[in-house]
């Protein structure tokens, strides 16, 4: 095996070695082999190319092509079509199924399912990886600057995937994939010096030098060296952070100095006031799971985690205020507000909750409202805000929810929008404590209230343009980057500059909300996460979330979703509610003729804005006739494929032929045909032909307007040499001349070398000698054409004697 094919193989080894990193992130590794096979594609075509030769940037373009292709034709069907034709596959359907992977990386927790639009993901990156690792490690022959794809790769997939128990053997594969190619371009690089010694005897040069030491023995050789210096960098690498003290940290962990009951001491998350650390959950590189819980609940989105409420603003923060705690009872008490109509439609739902070891949150994430807690260890009951909270088990510790395993019974209440807007007004305690303001709130807060809910005759209505006025039509765009801001300013700032997270917009809609009477208080939780693919849920770093509840005398406390971001689920009871349907005038019988109705769902010409954010419009029926948007057929998409091959070809035909020809005259060991080689290798760089010269002056001519170096000159003259003999040795002498190959090549190289990057380029892709071809076809015209006038002359000449006869 060549240097290059060798360091071609294990360019595309340590790209695979790398991507192992990737197989935590998804919950089958089947991906991975066809992803061999692609590279083991992509490479070939490099070094094929490479072979004949082609540019370095032709060898990419026809490695890239080559994948694209292949890609196309793997995932043929796998989605559906909006278009005809493989421009349409290729920029539209092709760009969906990437836009549907994107989408199903955001929805499904890791390890997500392999789903078609994943995978597309993973090969494209691995094969988009391997492409620049093969460019830079083999075709430009820099294997260390290889190593930077390789650690984006690595850094990608440690960064999604979270480290865990296996990260050191995927670091270990892919560093040893990084030293396999970096040793094959070493052991390549000194082969071209010639062979590699061990160096003289260690006694020796002990005695030469008159330095100590008389033992016998041979000096490493350069490769073996760095093999060895390889491997201990990558053992110290692997060692020395294992003996380095980790780092904490995490959802809602707590901070120097915070009040807490969590020891944050390997990397556990705990705090009591779950605000401390939400911006930075949300912006978490670390999106670990949190929580798995199974649950009967038939709306699914719907099944928030509530941790605590924060009830009382005192112009700087929400925070939640001081109350008496009371043991957990068995039957949690009615929630307060419910009324027994809106009792009776609401549905019994268990939920089975798994917590992991590094959630130390001494609240209890539970649905709300919860009827009944099965859990155990040590806990007390918050009777306003419906919580349980993890009890003193001795100093300076408490219980929390680490590893707990509990299940919980709540209510999914269903009020209606009609409920709601006839709710009465609400006790007058609970008016009075939950719509406290600050003095020193900025009366914009108020003002703007007021604007948005102009109009409306009941707190429901306002509640309800409050949420769309945040969530749709006020222009907010939800960034988690945003800073979180404190002080009376802070809600002024964000309804200035309409942008922030859900902490912004829970705070903003709950004061907002009791200045105009309703009460409201802000919850903190999670969202109800990520479905997977064996029925249960896991809640991770990045589903923490905050929300306001506003209280409707009747139904309780009512969860509102101001927020714009995506994934999250606006209440039913919050939508608008469609038109009772008028009486009109019975319609006439359809006749015969009639046309028959359409099976399809008729979608309206204009979709409220809220059903636009919840994604709920669906699209418009594709007009009759039309194809429905089915992707091409596989004998179209071959045809189009070899189509967009043969254009893509066509500039590269005279490289093609005159690597043929090149080939087949050296090939056959003939003097004269290796002579018109070299003659056409000088053509090609611009030294043109002259039949009038003997070989000898020709040779000279050659090495003189082709500026050859002394080597390539005497091979020029060796070859000329050979065709003299040839032409001029006695008739039965045997000439036999076995270099003559070689030295048309040596000739070929020196010419190539002597002139500028652009001639050399213009040599291989467009050579002058093409000109044969063209010569070729117009003798064999000519011929063509005198043969057809001959017959056709001769056939003249018949007809009139047959006619006599």
């Known amino acids: 095996m060549s240097g290059r094919a060798r360091l071609t193989l294990f360019a595309a080894l340590a790209t695979l070695l790398t991507s192992w990193a990737l197989t935590p992130l998804v919950q089958s590794a089947g991906w991975l082999i066809q992803a061999a096979l692609l590279l083991a594609v992509q490479s070939a075509v490099g070094a094929g190319a490479r072979r004949v030769p082609l540019a370095r940037s032709l060898t990419v373009a026809a490695q890239a092509l080559v994948s694209l292709v292949l890609l196309a034709f793997l995932f043929l069907g796998k989605g559906e079509s909006t278009g005809e034709g493989p421009l349409a596959y290729l920029v539209t359907d092709f760009g969906a199924l990437f836009q549907r992977g994107v989408q199903d990386v955001s929805e499904f927790a890791i390890p997500a399912p392999l789903t078609d639009g994943i995978r597309l993901l993973l090969l494209s990156g ?43 053997f995927s670091f270990l594969l892919a560093g040893c994939g990084y030293l396999m190619m970096l040793l094959a371009e070493g052991r390549d690089r000194l082969a071209q010096w010639g062979r590699v010694f061990g160096g003289a005897p260690r006694d020796r040069v002990s005695a030469a030098s008159g330095l100590g030491g008389g033992t016998g023995g041979h000096a490493t050789a350069p490769v073996r060296t760095g093999r060895r210096i390889g491997a201990v960098a990558l053992g110290i690498a692997l060692a020395v952070p294992a003996a380095l003290p980790a780092l904490g940290g995490g959802l809602l962990g707590a901070q120097a100095g915070e009040e807490g009951g969590g020891s944050g001491a390997g990397g556990t998350i705990s705090a009591v006031n779950p605000l401390v650390s939400l911006q930075s959950s949300l912006n978490a590189q670390d999106n670990r799971v949190v929580l798995k819980y199974r649950t009967d609940n038939p709306q699914q989105g719907d099944q928030y985690l509530r941790i605590l409420a924060l009830d009382e603003f005192n112009g700087v923060k929400w925070e939640a205020s001081g109350r008496s705690l009371t043991d957990v009872p ?127 005759k009941d707190n429901y209505t306002r509640a309800v343009k409050l949420q769309d006025y945040f969530a749709v039509t006020g222009g907010f765009r939800y960034n988690t980057r945003t800073a979180s801001g404190t002080g009376s300013d802070a809600v002024a700032r964000f309804l200035a500059a309409k942008e922030g997270f859900c902490v912004h917009f829970a705070f903003s809609m709950a004061a907002m909300s009791r200045s105009l009477g309703i009460p409201a208080r802000v919850a903190v939780g999670f969202t109800p996460g990520e479905k997977q693919a064996d029925g249960s849920v896991n809640v991770s770093m990045r589903d923490a979330h905050a929300w306001p509840e506003l209280y409707f005398q009747g139904v309780g406390w009512t969860r509102f979703e101001p927020t714009p971001r995506s994934g999250l689920t606006v209440p039913d009871y919050s939508r608008p509610q469609a038109q009772a349907p008028q009486p009109s005038a019975p319609a006439p019988l359809p006749s015969q003729s009639a046309p028959a109705p359409s099976a399809a769902p008729s979608t309206a010409d204009d979709c409220p804005p809220e059903l636009k954010r919840l994604g709920e419009c669906g699209a418009a029926a594709p007009a009759p006739g039309s194809s429905g948007g089915g992707w091409p057929s596989a004998g179209t998409l071959a045809v189009w494929a070899v189509a967009v091959l043969v254009v893509l070809g066509l500039p590269l035909l005279p490289l093609l032929w005159r690597t043929r020809a090149r080939a087949r005259r050296l090939g056959s060991g003939e003097v004269l045909a290796a002579w018109r080689e070299l003659g056409d290798a000088a053509w090609d760089v611009g030294v043109a032909p002259d039949g009038a010269l003997s070989p000898r002056r020709a040779a000279a001519r050659v090495a003189d307007l082709g500026g050859l170096d002394a080597e390539a000159s005497a091979a020029v003259h060796r070859v000329a040499g050979a065709v003299e003999r040839s032409l001029y040795a006695p008739p039965g ?60 002359a001769a056939l003249r000449l018949r007809l009139p004697l047959r006619g006599r006869g």
């Open 733 to 792: 002498a045997e000439v036999s001349y076995p270099e003559l190959a070689s030295d048309v090549l040596l000739a070929r190289a020196g010419l190539l070398s002597a002139v500028s990057r652009g001639a050399r380029l213009r040599a291989l892709l467009a050579p002058r000698s093409a000109a044969r071809l063209s010569w070729a076809a117009s003798k064999r015209w000519s011929a063509a054409a005198s043969a057809v006038s001959a017959r056709l």
């Open 330 to 456: 068995a039957q949690l008490p009615t929630p307060p507000g419910l009324s027994p109509a809106v009792r009776a439609g609401a549905i019994e739902v268990i939920t089975s909750v798994s917590a992991a070891n590094s959630y130390t949150q001494r609240y209890l994430p539970m649905p709300y409202p919860a009827t009944q807690v099965d859990i155990g260890g040590k806990w007390r009951f918050e009777p306003e805000g419906r919580t349980l909270v993890g009890d003193q088990l001795g100093r300076d510790k408490f219980q929390n929810v680490q590893g707990a395993k509990y299940t919980v019974g709540s209510l999914l209440l269903k009020p209606t929008a009609q409920q709601l807007s006839r709710a009465p007004e609400p006790d007058p305690a609970i008016r009075a404590e939950y719509t406290k303001l600050p003095d020193n709130l900025p009366p914009v807060v108020a003002e703007t209230a007021r604007q948005v809910t102009q109009g409306s």
């Open 126 to 168: 691995v094969l988009l990886i391997g492409l620049l690792v093969d460019a830079l490690a083999v075709t430009a022959r820099t294997a260390a600057a290889a190593g930077l794809p390789l650690l984006a790769l690595y850094s990608v997939a440690a960064g999604l995937s979270g480290g865990g128990k296996a990260s050191w």
